[in-house]
């Protein structure tokens, strides 16, 4: 299936220098199909760039051609456009068509991430026509190329550079971003490229690394260099289509709105940077929804992507994100064997081993609790939390001296032997030889959850016990009685929160409700947090070639479904840790 672009198309800045050429083509046209031209090029104006160039395909002209590439390249369909520039370099086109095609093959080679091609164009179109727009535009372009490369894309431009002067400037501009010994690395190879060693360009070059003093003095290293006017981010959408009869369409239906409503925002804060949306439907690839990653690269060259919805599918995708080297950032998929040893993989969902090492922390550091006991079901996803509460809580100096892991269905969802452990009645206690303990952590998930936590409660009521109490998500949507919501103080993890009087929230749905005609829900903001934090992060550092490393060292980022923070990791390490009696009733 053909990947579909979602966003609105954007006309880069950089592609509408081609309507000075046509004026002076018209008279041409005029005798051939010049009404169709007028039209294609109305679409053209008009950001319909699909139609347009369907349009200008029929135009059997070198000007039609030149604008079919371009109406490709502006709606992202860069392997299309490529084809019929290349179709005006070898027409009878003239000089003038010739060069903006030449010109748009440049910008087309950049978004394909073949830099050395790109600037090869680039530098052919500026260096012939020195005092044309075309030659101008050429030539800032190629100096912006020039910076913004990382030093792995720099090697490869250089590889595939065929003029010196291309691999000088190359050299040149990596001192900006390299350290003196690699910057001597980067001349060394230079003049092995060339056959005059005793060129003018080497002597320069030798002399900028020739004193590592006077090295640093000249070229303060500029971290993240801005990128190319009008370049485009290419986001991937991996998300089943499910029915609209179906439940699960809702979520998916709003983490995908609200990945656009973060796209939108990202266009709108940027004139001269752009992000489209592509998305695939992962439900119909259950045998090879990892297939979903080659077609968003080979087809989109896709950025980064967004998903998917489940697990399951992430673990089948992560492989091909590591190969192809694309980071995947998984919005709810929580599974913790998900990205291990994969750098390329990021969860915004905290996974259950993670929750449970937040809450060791919060207990010891914050409650100052010495003495934990732990209780969980076997097969639920408690059953991670857990062990990792207790793996942090012993690091941090607390003692974890009774760990229940229970088949709860099995017992009959009996508690009486482990709340022996935790009673409040210290006679028996004694007579057995129990030590107290200050707390319970029981990370009860599923539907068994509200059973498990009303039979705790009622066990802890019975004997007297005063522990208190720390749970997952499960005990804060438990419906606490009164009596109960006095005596018990409760202390949860929530990754996900919505503060209703949040006036960013108020806002958020405000506009939703305008784009979609929608009520905004908890998933549309978690696909809006997801996919602003990474836009975000784009701004900073505007090489997408950098996410992989940059992400994880992110600043905290405060989303309106709750807060993202990787902390040097690959899974978000935030977990709000809220309180049964300190809660405001202002969530959902």
């Known amino acids: 299936m053909r990947t579909r672009s979602l966003t609105l198309p954007y006309v ?22 010049q009404q169709q031209f007028q039209q294609a090029l109305s679409m053209y104006k008009q950001e319909d760039y699909l139609k347009a160039a369907r349009m200008f395909e029929q135009v059997p002209r070198p000007e039609g051609r030149l604008f079919a590439g371009k109406s490709y390249y502006a709606a992202g369909y860069y392997l299309k456009a490529q084809n019929y520039l290349q179709e005006v370099l070898h027409s009878e086109a003239s000089p003038e068509l010739r060069e903006e095609a030449r010109y748009t093959l440049g ?16 530098y052919r179109v500026y260096s012939t026509n020195p005092n044309r727009q075309v030659g101008f535009e050429a030539r800032r372009f190629y100096n912006e190329v020039l910076h913004y490369l990382t030093l792995s894309q720099r090697r490869q431009a250089f590889e595939h550079a065929s003029a010196d002067s291309i691999r000088f400037d190359l050299v040149k501009a990596a001192f900006r971003q390299v350290d003196y010994p690699t910057a001597q690395l980067l001349v ?19 002399s900028a690394v020739s004193d590592s003093a006077e ?56 004139t001269n940077k752009k992000a489209f949306i592509h998305y695939e439907d992962t439900r119909n690839a259950t045998s090879d ?35 192809y080297r694309v980071p995947l950032i998984a919005p709810l998929a929580n599974s913790d064997s998900l990205n291990i ?52 809580a012993e690091r941090l ?42 707390a319970v952590y029981a990370p009860f998930t599923g539907e068994a959850a509200p059973t498990l936590i009303d039979l705790l409660l009622t066990d802890l009521e019975a004997s007297g016990s005063m522990v208190k109490l720390l749970g997952s998500q499960e005990w804060g949507s438990f419906n606490l009685a009164d009596q109960r919501a006095q005596r018990f103080n409760i202390h949860y993890s929530q990754a996900y929160r919505i503060n209703r009087q949040s006036k960013e929230v108020q806002r958020f749905k405000e506009e939703y409700r305008s784009r979609f005609g929608l009520d905004a829900n908890r998933f549309a903001m978690l696909g809006y947090d997801a996919a602003d934090y990474v836009l975000r992060t784009l701004e900073r550092i505007h090489n997408p070639a950098l996410l992989k490393n940059v992400l994880k060292q992110q600043p905290a980022y405060q989303g309106l479904a709750g807060p993202i923070n990787f902390n040097g990791t690959h899974i978000n390490q935030r977990i709000p840790i809220y309180s049964t009696l300190t809660d405001s009733t202002a969530v959902e």
């Open 12 to 33: 880069l800045k950089i592609v509408l220098i081609a309507l000075f050429w046509v004026a002076g083509s018209i008279s041409v046209l005029a005798q051939l199909n």
């Open 107 to 122: 910008l087309v080679a950049f978004q394909m991430k073949n830099f050395g091609s790109s600037l090869q164009y680039m």
């Open 188 to 206: 060394n190879a230079y003049a092995q490229s060339i056959t005059d060693t005793t060129s003018l360009a080497l002597s320069e070059l030798k």
């Open 215 to 270: 090295y640093a003095s000249k070229h303060h290293a500029v971290t993240y260099p801005s990128a190319p006017e009008g370049i485009t981010y290419n986001i991937g959408a991996a998300l089943p289509a499910f029915d609209p009869d179906q439940s699960a369409f809702s979520v998916t239906q709003s983490l995908y709105n609200g990945f656009v409503m973060a796209a939108e925002e990202f266009n709108r804060r940027n």
């Open 289 to 323: 929804v990892s297939s979903v990653v080659s077609r968003f690269i080979w087809q989109n060259q896709i950025d980064f992507i967004l998903g998917p919805l489940f697990s399951e599918s992430a673990e089948q995708m992560a492989h091909l994100a590591e190969e």
């Open 341 to 392: 040893d994969n750098p390329y993989v990021y969860q915004v969902n905290p996974t259950f081993a993670v929750r449970g090492k937040a809450m060791a922390d919060y207990a010891v550091k914050n409650m100052g609790l010495d003495s934990i006991a732990v209780i969980a079901g076997e097969h639920s996803l408690g059953y991670e939390s857990a062990f990792a509460f207790r793996e942090e």
């Open 397 to 438: 100096g607390a003692k974890v001296p009774y760990f229940f892991i229970q088949d709860f269905e099995s017992t009959g969802y009996d508690l009486t032997e482990f709340g022996q452990y935790v009673s409040g009645d210290r006679a028996m206690l004694d007579s057995l030889n129990i030590m107290p303990v200050q």
